[in-house]
């Protein structure tokens, strides 16, 4: 409880100096972009390579397995489920819905978060986990949008994605120091990602805060999205977390994986639901408030969820 509240107060404040920064106009919007790419392309890609390289057990590449086919899953289960439940919904609105169903804010606030609870091994199994949830953000969650899809084009924006380069860079280290128990990262290699890397959720944190600060909080009362943020942060892992405490007594799933996938579901609608409305004129104010909303009340939700899955161990 004490560890939960102590991430949470953490998380809450850096939220808050990114909200005031961007209100003060002490950070531009194009600041904001900036610091938004600093953090995919730089410091995220260093802090995943830094978590592989730790004192692993023996069911490290089981976990891995394990969660990123609980990720294939879940993915699979959004994808029905948003086919279901937006099925009545005006269609560009419906193209939103099904887009944050399908893709979280789990690569911007849930790696901290995984780290934060968990600790290194969590944000390894976490960076695997989103392996799958990065191919159908650039696959079907452009498709939804634009109605169309380029297979060779999605092929190479996944391939080259620095997170996903991370990983696999990642996976590499793991294998070696688990097979052949050599450590292929050189001492000054290491110090220097982890020193970037240990800016990850500082600057994670406070870009969401700058995002925060766009919207003004009346417009935010909207049924629709009261009704998405409500699936989409205790529905979706409330689902998920069911069916895995079934495979668990089946001793289908064990270990870490299952309890992490459940905290990472819990995440909030990205702000790219947001930039893609936007560019293919998709209801973009509509898709702003599924973001700012669910990214509000996904403070208390992630706390909550931290500390069931703690208990249950």
């Given at each position: 409880?004490?560890?939960?509240?102590?991430?949470?107060?953490?998380?809450?404040?850096?939220?808050?100096?990114?909200?005031?920064?961007?209100?003060?106009?002490?950070?531009?919007?194009?600041?904001?972009?900036?610091?938004?790419?600093?953090?995919?392309?730089?410091?995220?890609?260093?802090?995943?390579?830094?978590?592989?390289?730790?004192?692993?057990?023996?069911?490290?590449?089981?976990?891995?397995?394990?969660?990123?086919?609980?990720?294939?899953?879940?993915?699979?289960?959004?994808?029905?489920?948003?086919?279901?439940?937006?099925?009545?919904?005006?269609?560009?609105?419906?193209?939103?819905?099904?887009?944050?169903?399908?893709?979280?804010?789990?690569?911007?606030?849930?790696?901290?978060?995984a780290e934060g609870v968990y600790g290194p091994m969590g944000l390894m199994l976490a960076s695997v986990y989103l392996i799958p949830v990065r191919v159908i953000m650039w696959s079907k969650g452009i498709a939804i949008f634009s109605g169309e899809s380029d297979r060779r084009q999605t092929l190479r924006k996944v391939l080259t994605h620095p997170c996903v380069i991370a990983c696999m860079v990642g996976i590499v280290i793991m294998l070696a120091d688990l097979l052949a128990?050599?450590?292929?990262?050189?001492?000054?290699?290491?110090?220097?990602?982890?020193?970037?890397?240990?800016?990850?959720?500082?600057?994670?944190?406070?870009?969401?805060?700058?995002?925060?600060?766009?919207?003004?909080?009346?417009?935010?009362?909207?049924?629709?999205?009261?009704r998405y943020t409500v699936e989409r942060l205790i529905v979706i892992p409330g689902v998920l977390g069911l069916i895995l405490l079934g495979l668990s007594r089946l001793g289908v799933v064990t270990g870490l994986a299952p309890n992490l996938a459940v905290l990472l579901a819990a995440m909030p609608a990205p702000a790219t639901t947001s930039m893609l409305s936007s560019k293919y004129d998709c209801a973009p104010d509509f898709a702003t408030k599924m973001v700012i909303l669910s990214t509000l009340c996904s403070i208390p939700t992630i706390f909550l969820w931290g500390l069931v899955l703690k208990a249950s161990g």
């Open positions: 409880m004490i560890a939960m509240l102590r991430l949470q107060f953490i998380i809450f404040s850096l939220i808050g100096i990114g909200f005031v920064t961007r209100k003060k106009g002490i950070v531009s919007r194009e600041g904001q972009r900036s610091i938004t790419d600093l953090v995919i392309n730089v410091v995220l890609p260093c802090n995943i390579v830094t978590s592989f390289v730790q004192e692993l057990p023996a069911s490290a590449l089981r976990d891995c397995a394990m969660i990123f086919l609980i990720s294939v899953g879940m993915e699979a289960m959004c994808m029905l489920y948003a086919r279901i439940a937006y099925r009545n919904v005006e269609a560009n609105k419906q193209k939103c819905l099904t887009y944050g169903i399908l893709v979280s804010n789990a690569g911007f606030l849930g790696n901290p978060v128990g050599v450590s292929i990262v050189p001492e000054w290699l290491f110090d220097m990602l982890k020193t970037v890397g240990r800016c990850n959720t500082g600057l994670s944190m406070m870009v969401i805060g700058m995002i925060l600060s766009d919207i003004g909080f009346a417009q935010l009362v909207d049924g629709l999205v009261i």
